[in-house]
């Protein structure tokens, strides 16, 4: 009965431990000027997965984050098919993992995704998670949060609440003015500190500079309303705040970077940095080269 025990316990220990795994902080030698920064695959959405780990290194980011959809080799996105997402077979996990061994990049967050409210669903996103050693994952799923919390717990994997710009109906007011879809709340970092701010320390905002700019709100305010709770950064550059606008090279435009950076460092913020360049599409590496080398440079006053 006793070896019978200690095996149980041993078992227990080990499950236990493989599970808190995948939410180790990020190591120093992913980091750069003490910041885990690299891109979010959708940068390099024209491209396949392996060539966005390809190019992620060849701008000089040490970490990426991944999203689903993706197909996984440039013969599969012509084929049309392969998509890496989170039911990929543990051979395809394997073949990724090597990729990004071979490039010298780490996979730190998934997303954007939806989290299902059946809890198989929902379980087979922080499972995938899991295998990845990702430090987290990224949703728009607030609706879902008491069953994210229990996973959360139970997978030691962080969640953020993503942030899209605001959103608007196809009909105007009296005086002409796009009428907002109050329906969608999350473009408000108010609403997600509000959303997160009982729950897990785990559980916070993925905070998406570029979206809260197109939505006319200044990204270092925003910052710090979140204070604390910043899980990831899906860092982009804008030249004017408001609609219409596109990625630009960090320094470049009115986010005030440098500003940004030494916040998130105040704040203590260790998660990952996602440079997401929506612009020059088929030939962005040198722009993001030089966002990765912003920060690379950058030095707190």
């Known amino acids: 009965m006793k070896l019978h025990r200690s095996l149980l316990?041993?078992?227990?220990?080990?499950?236990?431990?493989?599970?808190?795994?995948?939410?180790?902080?990020?190591?120093?030698?992913?980091?750069?000027?003490?910041?885990?920064v690299g891109c979010q695959a959708y940068t390099f959405n024209r491209f396949s997965l392996f060539e966005a780990i390809e190019k992620t290194a060849a701008a000089g980011g040490k970490v990426i984050e991944f999203y689903p959809g993706q197909s996984l080799t440039a013969e599969d996105k012509l084929a049309k098919k392969n998509p890496w997402n989170h039911d990929a077979s543990d051979e395809v996990i394997a073949r990724v993992k090597e990729k990004l061994a071979k490039h010298g990049v780490r996979a730190v967050n998934y997303g954007v995704v939806t989290i299902p409210k059946d809890e198989a669903g929902a379980r087979k996103i922080f499972e995938f998670a899991r295998k990845m050693s990702f430090q987290g994952v990224t949703t728009e799923s607030v609706d879902n949060l008491d069953l994210i919390e229990k996973l959360v717990k139970e997978y030691d994997i962080r969640v953020g609440i993503h942030q899209h710009a605001k959103r608007f109906k196809k009909e105007r007011d009296t005086q002409g003015n796009l009428v907002e879809d109050t329906t969608y709340k999350v473009w408000s970092p108010e609403y997600v500190r509000d959303q997160v701010a009982k729950r897990d320390r785990r559980i916070g905002a993925c905070a998406d500079l570029g979206h809260w700019q197109t939505s006319g709100l200044k990204a270092l305010d925003c910052v710090k309303i979140l204070e604390g709770r910043i899980m990831s950064v899906h860092m982009k550059e804008r030249a004017a705040l408001g609609t219409g606008q596109h990625d630009t090279i960090f320094g470049t435009g009115i986010t005030d970077m440098g500003a940004i950076l030494a916040e998130l460092k105040r704040q203590k913020f260790d998660g990952n940095i996602a440079i997401e360049y929506e612009f020059n599409w088929d030939n962005s590496v040198p722009d993001v080269k030089q966002c990765v080398d912003f920060v690379r440079s950058w030095k707190a006053k």
């Open 9 to 36: 316990a041993l078992v227990t220990a080990a499950a236990l431990s493989a599970l808190s795994a995948a939410a180790a902080p990020i190591p120093a030698d992913a980091k750069i000027n003490g910041f885990a």
